[in-house]
């Protein structure tokens, strides 16, 4: 069974950086589909924030392309997103999920960031 | 970015009913939308990809349709279980863009 599970600070601070893991198991990132990181919004707003593919080429939404930065880590079957210089604007819920276009079927249970001092 | 218009925000049905949720893109997307149910606390659930290809395990009550710049998903039959919030996302065009939103309460 396919399963991805998010986990980072549920706090941080402006300014600072927010990174978060997303751990897969079931199925191997390097095997194909793209590997997405999605956040909801308090007002639930949904905003694509981008993806690293099975081949590592990523793709940034450009509303965030200047603090975002999306890593794997192949051999514990990871992939990150780091998103720098938050501001309270961030403060949403993240979600990985596994997309092939869309987000599909697979996608963690989101974990809730506040940034707040 | 393609600008997504979803309606109505805000859906009331009885159970049984028939309810339809649309969403109006800036440019044709080629019929690359996506639609998600998601209950509070839970991550979204894919319904229909590609305008109308249903999801395995997803009930048939389930419907979607559109080309170029309009595109609808209808619930059938509606049932308890379907109270939600359900989301359109187009995956034409990077960056994806997702709509605002329908929340489906009952009447």
């Known amino acids: 069974e396919i399963q991805l599970q998010e986990s980072g600070p549920g706090l941080v601070k402006p300014s600072q950086s927010l990174s978060l893991t997303c751990s897969v198991t079931?199925?191997?990132?390097?095997?194909?589909?793209?590997w997405s990181w999605i956040r909801k919004f308090p007002g639930n707003k949904m905003e694509w924030m981008g993806y690293i593919s099975y081949s590592g080429s990523t793709n940034y939404n450009p509303s965030l392309k200047s603090r975002i930065s999306i890593t794997r880590d192949t051999s514990k079957n990871q992939f990150f997103l780091q998103l720098n210089s938050v501001t309270t604007e961030d403060t949403a819920t993240y979600y990985c999920?596994?997309?092939?276009?869309?987000?599909?079927?697979?996608w963690g249970q989101g974990v809730m960031v506040t940034v707040s001092s | 970015d393609i600008q997504m218009t979803q309606s109505p925000p805000s859906l009331s049905a009885s159970l049984g009913d028939k309810v339809t949720i649309t969403c109006q893109t800036s440019q044709n997307i080629n019929k690359y939308i996506a639609w998600y149910q998601q209950k509070p606390g839970k991550a979204p659930r894919l319904l229909i990809g590609?305008?109308?290809r249903l999801v395995s395990g997803i009930p048939s009550r389930f419907s979607g349709s559109g080309s170029g710049r309009d595109y609808s998903f209808s619930i059938s039959n509606v049932e308890s279980e379907d109270i939600a919030s359900y989301y359109c996302?187009?995956?034409?065009?990077?960056?994806?863009?997702f709509g605002a939103g329908t929340k489906l309460e009952l009447k």
């Open positions: 590609f305008t109308s």
């Open positions: 996302l187009q995956y034409d065009n990077s960056p994806y863009t």
């Open positions: 079931g199925y191997t990132i390097t095997s194909g589909y793209d």
């Open positions: 999920a596994r997309s092939r276009g869309s987000p599909g079927a697979y």
